[in-house]
């Protein structure tokens, strides 16, 4: 589902990699958002077996990492939030000054 990074070999591990996974339900009070259950999959580094742990987000409609790697840099993002923020400083300035719009 996106790139990660291996903590103990720092082999990377691409977003269209296929990996089996094990699945498993997330128990407790974070287990759920909004009724919608959370899930926790584990997979393996490719080169030294390191068990890699990420969990779904449905707040957000993404994933969040957990343990065993480190997300990488994800363009798209960054992207997205700089044209909300300029989006959002274009109503401030119409705002202030009505000449503008």
């Known amino acids: 589902?996106?790139?990660v990074q291996c903590e103990t070999c720092h082999t990377f591990l691409y977003r269209g990699r296929k990996f089996n996974s094990k699945k498993e339900a997330m128990g407790g009070p974070e287990g759920r958002y909004l009724g919608i259950q959370r899930w926790r999959f584990y997979i393996?580094?490719?080169h030294c077996s390191r068990t890699i742990s990420f969990l779904t987000?449905?707040?957000?409609a993404d994933y969040e990492m957990e343990s065993g790697g480190t997300r990488n840099y994800e363009v798209y993002k960054d992207k997205a939030k700089t044209e909300e923020?300029?989006?959002v400083e274009k109503e401030e300035e119409e705002k202030i000054d009505p000449m503008k719009a």
Do not use: V
């Open 85 to 87: 923020e300029s989006a």
């Open 44 to 46: 393996k580094c490719t």
């Open 57 to 60: 987000d449905p707040k957000n």
């Open 1 to 3: 589902p996106f790139s």
